[in-house]
């Protein structure tokens, strides 16, 4: 469970809960950093609080925060599995226009519910 960005959505907040073998991942609106400042006043203070805790200056609030709870879940297998889905150092230098480039790999999970 928790929240996440990919590379070609840099502006959605995408949400991830697992439950019993069901899987569910939708947009869960714009990340704040993504807002113009005028929009701000209209997002409650909880929410702006919380971003304000670990803004980054490069990326405002995206972040991954992901939890996984499993009676004997193999902690080193599902890093590397998830480690292998973060960009490589030069996709992250080519910075959002090179991010575009990417392949769209959750687009038919994600246009679904967007």
């Known amino acids: 469970r928790g929240r996440f960005w990919l590379a070609d959505r840099p502006d959605t907040l995408l949400t991830w809960d697992a439950a019993g073998g ?26 702006r609080l919380a971003a304000a805790v670990d803004w980054h200056p490069a990326h405002g609030d995206r972040c991954q925060y992901l939890s996984f709870t499993s009676p004997g879940l193999d902690r080193e297998g599902l890093a590397a599995v998830l480690d292998a889905c973060l960009l490589t150092d030069d996709e992250y230098a080519a910075g959002r226009e090179g991010w575009q480039q990417l392949p769209h790999a959750f687009d038919d999970l994600l246009d679904a519910v967007i």
């Open 22 to 47: 069901a899987l569910c991942v939708e947009s869960a609106g714009p990340w704040l950093a993504a807002l113009p400042d005028a929009a701000w006043d209209m997002v409650p203070a909880e929410r």
